[in-house]
């Protein structure tokens, strides 16, 4: 299971052709509490850095984009009516979605976790 990152705060988790998305623990601390997720709708085509679903939070309203190219095939429905897991857990029960991966090489194109957090070090 390799887990990949985007300059936008994404995150991918792979296994196999499965991955599931989320945002990371530094993108919900520039957010605030998150007040609502406009999930993404099952079976919907993505391209890399596509849209996937936005966010809302008491700050922003903020676009989630997918880190690689594929299908939407489960959302995590939890986040109706407790947008607040993916605070509490961004990395972990606060994922937004599982895709089918259509394109594993575009994972060329992310970070791994040291890189990330190397970059996001920088942000500071």
């Known amino acids: 299971m390799d887990t990949y990152f985007t300059r936008d705060h994404e995150w991918i988790r792979v296994e196999g052709t499965i991955g599931t998305v989320g945002i990371t623990a530094y993108a919900v601390e520039q ?3 998150i007040t609502f997720i406009e999930l993404p709708v099952l079976g919907k085509a993505v391209r890399q850095t596509g ?12 676009d989630i ?5 594929g299908k939407v095939i489960e959302v995590n429905h939890a986040l109706d009516s407790a947008p607040e897991i993916v605070n509490q857990s961004p ?6 979605a599982r895709m089918e991966v259509e394109d594993l090489s ?4 992310l970070m791994c976790r040291s890189d990330y957090d190397e970059y996001v070090r920088g942000l500071a």
């Not at 990395?91 to 937004?96: D, H, S, T």
């Open 91 to 96: 990395e972990g029960e606060g994922w937004i």
């Open 51 to 62: 849209m996937l679903c936005s966010v809302e939070s008491v700050k922003a309203a903020s």
């Open 65 to 69: 984009y997918a880190p690689l190219t």
């Open 31 to 33: 957010l605030g509490d």
């Open 106 to 109: 575009g994972a060329k194109n």
